[in-house]
C-alpha cells in the first residue's frame, strides 16, 4: 500500500495539522503525535500494521501549510521552506512527492515551482506521481505538462488514476497514445481502475468556475441563491444511483445513499438533492461518481505502460458500504484479461506484483524469490483464500487472523 498520493500526506506535517486530507475524512477524529515522516513511520511501526506501507510526500501537505487557504505563488523563501522540507522527508524514507494538480489548493501552482522540486526528488532517485490539472477538455495539454516535468527534472514517473471519463474518451485515447510515445525514452507509466466510478471530495461536482477558494469559500458562494440556480444549470445529467455518499463526516445516516434515495427521502429532483448535500454537509463528504468508461478503463490496462491500481482509500469496513473497487480491483483485472486471453496469466500479476516494485524501488518485494520478503495471496476459484505478509500467515480460506505482519517500506 502506498499512502500520500495526489498531494495529500499524512506527514510531514510543518505544524501538526492534518488539514490537507480535511476533505477526505473529520481530521479531529485523528490524534497526531508527528511532524516529520520518520516519527510517523515509528508510529506505525509502534502500533504494528496489517499491510506493508511506504508514503510519498504530499505537495499540497506542504504548500497549505505554509500559505493555509491563501491562493497564490509561494515567495523565494517559502519556495526554500518547501524545498528543505521535501529533503527532509526523502532523508526519513518517503518514497517520492505526489501532486493533486487537479483539486482546488493546488491548480495553480506554476510549472517551475514543481520542477524545483522535482530536481530534489531526483537526487534522492525517488518517484513523481501525478493526479493530473485537468483531466477533462484539457487532458492531453495535462498530460504533456506532466511528461514534460517528468523529462526535465529526469525522474520517473507515474500519472495517478488515469481514466476515460464518460463524453471525453477521445481526449483519453490521445493521451494514452501520448504517454506510450514518450515511454520509449521515458520512464513514465499511468495507473488505472477497471470500475466505472470515481472516488472524490464532493466539492469536485461543482462547476469549475466556483472552485476558486477554500471549502470556506466555496461554502459561502453555494449559500446564495442566485448561484445555486447557475450551478443546478451546469450540474450534467446524473441517474439516481450514479452517486453514492460514502462518508458524509457530519451526517453518518447519509452514508451509502444514493442520491436518488436522498432526492426521494426530501422529494426534491436529483440535482437539487445534491446541492444540499452539499450544504448540508458543508461540502465535508465524499462521493463515489460513476463517470467512468468502464469498458476503455479496462482496455487501456493492457497498455505497456499502464500500471492496475484500487486507487481506493480507507474506508470503515461496514455494513452500509461495500465496493468492489475497494477489495475486488486486481481480481477483476487478473480474470477479465485471462478469460479474454488478452494477455497471459503471468504478465497480468506482474502488473500488480514486480512493475510496481521496480517502479517504487522496492528491490526486494514484488517477486516469489530466495532472499526476497515472502508476500505472496493464494487463489482458488477467482477468490482469495490465504494471504501471507513477510512470511506471517494473515489470512486463511477468506478469514482474517488479526495477525499485524506488515512492515514499513522506506526508499533505499
Same mark, same amino acid.
Given at each position: 500500500t502506498i499512502g500520500g498520493n495526489c498531494g495529500s500526506s499524512l506527514a510531514p506535517l510543518l505544524y501538526g495539522s492534518l488539514e490537507s486530507i480535511r476533505e477526505w475524512t473529520d481530521v479531529n477524529r485523528v490524534n497526531v503525535g508527528w511532524q516529520r515522516v520518520k516519527e510517523f513511520l515509528r508510529v506505525l511501526e509502534k502500533q504494528g500494521i496489517g499491510v506493508n506501507f511506504g508514503t510519498l510526500v504530499g505537495h499540497s501537505t506542504i504548500r497549505r501549510a505554509i500559505l493555509g487557504n491563501t491562493m497564490r505563488d509561494l515567495t523565494d523563501r517559502e519556495r526554500e521552506v518547501c524545498t528543505r522540507t521535501l529533503r527532509d522527508a526523502l532523508e526519513d524514507g518517503a518514497l517520492?512527492?505526489?501532486?493533486?494538480?487537479?483539486?482546488?489548493?493546488?491548480?495553480?501552482?506554476?510549472?517551475?515551482?514543481?520542477?524545483?522540486?522535482?530536481?530534489v526528488v531526483a537526487d534522492y532517485h525517488g518517484i513523481y506521481t501525478t493526479h493530473l490539472r485537468n483531466e477533462e477538455e484539457d487532458l492531453q495539454s495535462s498530460v504533456h505538462e506532466a511528461l514534460r516535468l517528468i523529462t526535465e527534472s529526469h525522474v520517473s514517473g507515474l500519472i495517478s488514476h488515469l481514466r476515460p471519463l464518460i463524453g471525453f474518451?477521445?481526449?483519453?485515447?490521445?493521451?494514452?497514445?501520448?504517454i506510450e510515445a514518450a515511454g520509449e525514452t521515458t520512464d513514465v507509466h499511468f495507473d488505472g481502475y477497471p470500475h466505472t466510478s470515481s472516488f472524490v471530495p464532493i466539492y469536485t461536482l461543482l462547476p469549475r468556475w466556483i472552485r476558486t477558494g477554500g471549502i470556506e469559500t466555496m461554502r459561502d458562494h453555494l449559500k446564495r441563491p442566485g448561484i445555486q440556480q447557475q450551478i443546478l444549470r451546469e450540474l450534467p445529467k446524473f441517474n439516481d444511483d450514479d452517486i453514492v455518499v460514502v462518508e458524509a463526516h457530519n451526517i453518518p445516516e447519509m452514508n451509502g445513499k444514493t442520491i436518488g434515495a436522498i432526492a426521494k427521502n426530501r422529494n426534491v429532483p436529483i440535482r437539487e438533492a445534491l446541492i444540499k448535500v452539499m450544504l448540508t454537509t458543508g461540502l465535508q463528504a465524499t462521493v463515489l461518481n460513476r463517470n467512468v468508461n468502464e469498458d476503455l478503463a479496462m482496455q487501456s490496462l493492457l497498455s505497456p505502460r499502464a500500471l492496475v491500481a484500487s486507487n481506493a482509500p480507507a474506508v470503515p469496513d461496514t455494513s452500509w458500504f461495500r465496493h468492489e473497487r475497494f477489495h475486488g480491483t486486481f481480481m477483476k483485472f487478473i480474470s477479465f484479461v485471462r478469460d479474454a486471453q488478452l494477455m497471459s496469466l503471468e504478465k497480468a500479476?506482474?502488473?500488480?506484483?514486480?512493475?510496481?516494485?521496480?517502479?517504487?524501488?522496492?528491490?526486494?518485494?514484488?517477486? %516469489?524469490?530466495?532472499?526476497?520478503?515472502?508476500?505472496?495471496?493464494? %487463489?482458488?476459484?477467482?477468490? %482469495?483464500?490465504?494471504?501471507?505478509?513477510?512470511?506471517v500467515q494473515t489470512v486463511r480460506f477468506g478469514k482474517l487472523l488479526g495477525a499485524r505482519a506488515g512492515r514499513v517500506l522506506r526508499r533505499t
Open positions: 517520492g512527492l505526489s501532486t493533486g494538480l487537479g483539486y482546488v489548493h493546488a491548480h495553480a501552482t506554476p510549472f517551475y515551482e514543481i520542477r524545483e522540486l522535482l530536481r474518451e477521445w481526449e483519453f485515447g490521445k493521451a494514452i497514445r501520448l500479476i506482474q502488473k500488480v506484483t514486480s512493475i510496481p516494485a521496480k517502479k517504487y524501488r522496492l528491490h526486494d518485494r514484488g517477486e %516469489i524469490k530466495e532472499g526476497k520478503f515472502a508476500d505472496a495471496v493464494l %487463489i482458488k476459484d477467482d477468490k %482469495i483464500t490465504d494471504v501471507f505478509v513477510n512470511g
